[in-house]
């Protein structure tokens, strides 16, 4: 009896732990589904992505890390401002590339197409051999025929430069001036904006060449011509070169008025500014 009570407890003991394992799987197996339903509607979910920025919050991020003065004319007028950035920047190098001693040009850079200024016959030439793109040369000549008609002669010293010959120009100054004096005043070769066929020096090129009518001239007119002064005055810490008022960049009407309205006519901010823009793809898919 004891033993057949016993065994009908271990049954009880065992039906009811039965009844308990159901009863827990009844109340586990619908949290579980939950859980997996949960799951997939988390993976169902499109995937949470930032919201592409469109041109004109790339042109104000950019615009970030310039001067004060700079960013202000331009936020304050980017209505304006955007579009013409966004149009300069698609158009990119080579006539707008930035050029400085930590951006050089690759070794092996030429023109595409170069032209000899001694076949211009209105402009002033110190030698034949000079070169220029076809339209810089184009450029070139329209200023210097305005100038004519004022009365002003502007002689062109030095035009177009292969890598070699600015090597050859770099290891003279070199050993004529030493490093400290060069640096200030001799690109090194590739480093040089003559490279790219699109920039002039004028009259004797030497600080003396400010202080003539040519250069007055120029310091007012350049830009609407499509030039810029490269190294302006009081701009070494920036530039890393000295004044050189005879130097010049073509860099067409619009990028040189770009410069003139928004960067105070610094080529080396506008040119920076506008170089970052132009690494950035949605600009060049966007419409100005
Ligand atoms: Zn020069």
Known sequence: M???????????????????????????????????????????????????RTAQEIVTDVLKAYPQ????????????FSPLAIQLAQQGPPSLRFIDKSNPLPLDYT??????????????ISRDTLEGTPEAVDALTSMSNAMDKEGITLLVSSAYRTIAYQNWLYE???????????????????????HLGTVFDFGDITPAFADTPASAWLVENAHNY???????????????????????????????????????????????????????????????
């Open 2 to 52: 004891c033993s057949v009570h016993l065994k009908k407890n271990r049954i009880g003991q065992c039906a009811s732990s039965r009844v308990s394992i159901l009863l827990g799987l009844l109340v586990l197996i619908p949290s579980l589904f939950g859980c997996v339903r949960e799951v997939e509607q988390i993976s169902e979910t499109p995937e949470q992505t930032e919201e592409p």
């Open 69 to 80: 003065s700079f960013k202000n004319t331009a936020l304050d007028a980017i209505e304006e």
């Open 111 to 124: 023109p595409k197409h170069l032209v000899k200024l001694k076949d211009v016959p209105s402009l002033h």
């Open 172 to 194: 003279r100054s070199l050993s004529l001036y030493g490093f400290t004096e060069t640096a200030m005043s001799v690109a090194p070769p590739g480093s040089s904006e003559h």
């Open 226 to 288: 499509g030039f810029l002064i490269t190294y302006p005055e009081a701009s070494s810490w920036l530039t890393g070169y000295m004044y050189e008022p005879w130097h010049y960049r073509f860099v067409g009407i619009e990028a040189a008025q770009f410069a003139h309205t928004y960067f105070d006519g610094v080529a080396w901010y506008t040119l920076k500014f506008l170089t970052e823009l132009s690494e950035h793809s949605i600009i060049h898919s966007a419409t100005p």
